[in-house]
């Protein structure tokens, strides 16, 4: 059985930072087949950051330059570190981790709520 266990979010005023940890058990996965999500009150799930197939990191217009993906293969863990947090970042962070590269993400963790004061 998959298990993501996301943590270290919380309250944090505008312009502050975050860093947090997805660990994955149950089975190893790729870089590239993990990525982070948020999902804001009233708002569906959308994409922050993740992997690509080359290695190379990806991010949504809205976090880059802000925003950075890691992972620790050792401990099968990926970080976001968040700085320069705006208000509009407050959503629930979710882990996200698929078998295949191309395809949908399978498996999420529980989320880690972050939220962002101005």
């Known amino acids: 059985q998959v298990q993501l266990v996301e943590s270290g979010g919380g309250l944090v005023q505008a312009g502050g930072s975050l860093r947090l940890s997805c660990a994955a058990s149950g089975r190893t996965f790729s870089s590239e087949n993990m990525g982070w999500f948020r999902q804001a009150p009233g708002k569906e799930r959308e994409f922050v950051a993740a992997f690509r197939r080359s290695g190379n990191t990806y991010y949504a217009d809205s976090v880059k330059g802000r925003f950075t993906i890691s992972r620790d293969n050792a401990k099968n863990t990926v970080y976001l570190q968040m700085n320069s947090l705006k208000p509009e970042d407050t959503a629930v962070y979710y882990c996200?981790?698929?078998?295949?590269?191309?395809?949908?993400?399978?498996?999420w963790g529980q989320g880690t709520q972050v939220t962002v004061s101005s």
């Open positions: 996200g981790a698929r078998r295949d590269s191309l395809g949908s993400y399978e498996y």
